[in-house]
């Protein structure tokens, strides 16, 4: 009898060739169909760029094209953008999104093309730049999708709790490093402040900036990318230092980088961190301005500033939401025991000028416990000559502002080392009283400002914000220091004479002379 088997196998190999007959035939159906169709644009598109930690920067295109008019959405990392004009079709389209920020109307714009299922985009960021091109590839739709809104709590008073009654001093990895940092760099640089002299002279937190996030697993608990493998052992080598570990996230979906922000997790979040021996949170607000405005900060920043007290671990809580909103006047309520008051600094003279000597008007809110923050230290990051970063080091130690040093302290000069770790500096920047410094005197490029401390004796600095060396006459009754006294200049660590009614200063060009007056 012949067996049935090779029949069988026929009738398989003809069925799978009609199969595939037909999912090609069918394909080329749909592809020209959405060639031929007015609106193949639309659908959900992402461009995934991958990081070296194991996540990646996704850019979403939610488009819709109706004949000549394509509407819908761009999310990109901290932004979410509706496209609100467009040019153009499938060959050649011009999008513009745009999204309320604050007082700011951000503006993005791409051009693009279709080629075959692909979206070959490019944008710039100024019109005057090289555009950067991408491909975007179909997405399944709904991902990326901006998370419904939560609304904000009703505002309450945070207890105070208790910490950094003196500013914050430390170490913050995002000058520098910016996306770099990782496990090793941290441990090193923790190894370098206890061995340096710079724990000695007060410096405690190692504070690690955005892009150590990873995702969440299932249960929606927050995880470390590949640059971090373990966060508690991570704290506990920082804190067998006898330091103090540091994180950072945002109220947002989103971090500043594009990472994961603490969005509906601020109890979880705040618990882990508890769990891993964090020791302190810059939260910051990033990704929140796509679901809040900015007169909903202070619920915002109360909900975390809850969470962290729950968490039973003191953890310092600083405020990054660069200044907005007045926070000074609400920073503290909310929990904060610093909160920014400008945008990012950056490793100039200009910027740091620009933003330390712009802090006069805001001396009234600082106290033991809660201090406005002008942005961490460049001290030692090269574009500043050591002149300038001594001007950057005392006017912060007049404001009373955290002395977060951002520089690689692992490989610093002798002579950088010895400005951020100047005792007698950090003394009027540590000072007990912790009244925040003013301006009292100003002619032309030269300000005096000066800062009443615990003892009775007054900080006085004496700063040059022109570029040539000038003669200045600090006239005691001017500041209101009537009694017979004794000074000491706080660079030259010698005592001066100042019985006479004034004071002579010679002050180098962006310089500073810095005087304890007793
Ligand atoms: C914002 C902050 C910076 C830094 C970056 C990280 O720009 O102001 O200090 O934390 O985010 O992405």
Redesign the pocket.
């Given at each position: 009898m012949k067996s049935r088997t090779p029949y069988r196998k026929n009738l398989y190999v003809t069925l799978g060739i009609i199969f595939v007959a037909f999912s090609i035939a069918t394909q080329i159906v749909d592809f020209v169909s959405a060639q031929q169709s007015n609106d193949p644009l639309t659908g959900n598109w992402v461009v995934r760029s991958p990081n070296a930690d194991g996540t990646s920067r996704n850019t979403y295109f939610n488009l819709k094209q109706d004949g000549p008019k394509i509407t819908g959405s761009i999310r990109v990392t901290q932004f979410y953008y509706q496209i609100t004009e467009s040019t153009g079709g499938p060959e050649a389209f011009t999008i513009i999104g745009n999204m309320k920020d604050g007082k700011t109307d951000r503006r993005v714009q791409y051009e693009g093309k279709l080629v075959g299922d692909e979206l070959r985009v490019s944008t710039r960021r100024r019109p005057t730049d090289k555009p950067t091109e991408v491909t975007a590839q179909r997405a399944p739709a709904g991902e990326g999708a901006l998370p419904a809104r939560i609304a904000p709590p009703a505002l309450h008073k945070v207890k105070d709790n208790g910490l950094a009654r003196t500013p914050p001093m430390g170490w913050?990895s995002?000058?520098k490093f910016?996306?770099r940092v990782d496990d090793v760099t941290v441990r090193s640089v923790a190894d370098a402040m206890a061995s340096n002299g710079m724990k000695e002279a007060g410096y405690r937190y190692i504070n690690i900036?955005?892009?150590w996030e990873g995702g969440r697993d299932a249960q929606g608990n927050i995880q470390t990318n590949k640059k971090f493998p373990n966060m508690k052992s991570l704290a506990d080598y920082v804190h067998g230092k006898g330091l103090k570990l540091g994180i950072?996230s945002s109220p947002g979906p989103n971090?500043?980088?594009g990472?994961e922000g603490s969005y509906g997790h601020e109890e979880q979040d705040a618990k882990t961190y508890a769990a891993w021996g964090i020791d302190y949170l810059?939260y910051?607000w990033?990704g929140a301005r796509t679901l809040y405005t900015d007169a909903e900060m202070p619920a915002v920043y109360q909900k975390m500033g809850d969470a962290l007290l729950a968490s039973g671990r003191p953890i310092v809580y600083s405020l990054?939401q660069?200044g907005r909103f007045d926070v000074w006047q609400w920073g503290a309520d909310v929990g904060g025991n610093l909160w920014?008051t400008t945008?990012?600094?950056r490793d100039s003279w200009d910027s740091m000028s620009r933003i330390g000597f712009g802090q006069d008007e805001l001396a009234r809110w600082a106290r033991a416990g809660h201090w406005n923050d002008p942005?961490?230290l460049e001290i030692g990051n090269g574009g500043m000559s050591e002149t300038e970063y001594k001007t950057h080091m005392s006017l912060w130690a007049i404001l009373a502002a955290p002395l977060l040093a951002g520089n690689d302290l692992r490989s610093m000069s002798p002579g950088i080392l010895e400005i951020l770790t100047n005792r007698e500096v950090i003394a009027v920047n540590q000072d007990q009283e912790g009244k925040q410094g003013r301006q009292v005197w100003k002619s032309g490029d030269q300000e005096i400002w000066s800062r009443p401390l615990s003892d009775g004796s007054t900080a006085v600095a004496v700063f040059n914000r022109g570029k040539d060396e000038a003669k200045v006459s600090v006239k005691w009754a001017d500041l209101g220091i009537v009694k017979k006294r004794a000074a000491r200049d706080l660079w030259l660590l010698r005592d001066v004479e100042a019985q006479g009614p004034e004071y002579s200063a010679t002050v180098p060009g962006h310089g500073v002379v810095m005087l304890r007056v007793k």
């Open positions: 913050n995002w000058n910016a996306g900036d955005d892009t950072y971090t500043c980088a990472y810059k910051d990033c990054c660069y920014r945008g990012d600094i942005d961490m």
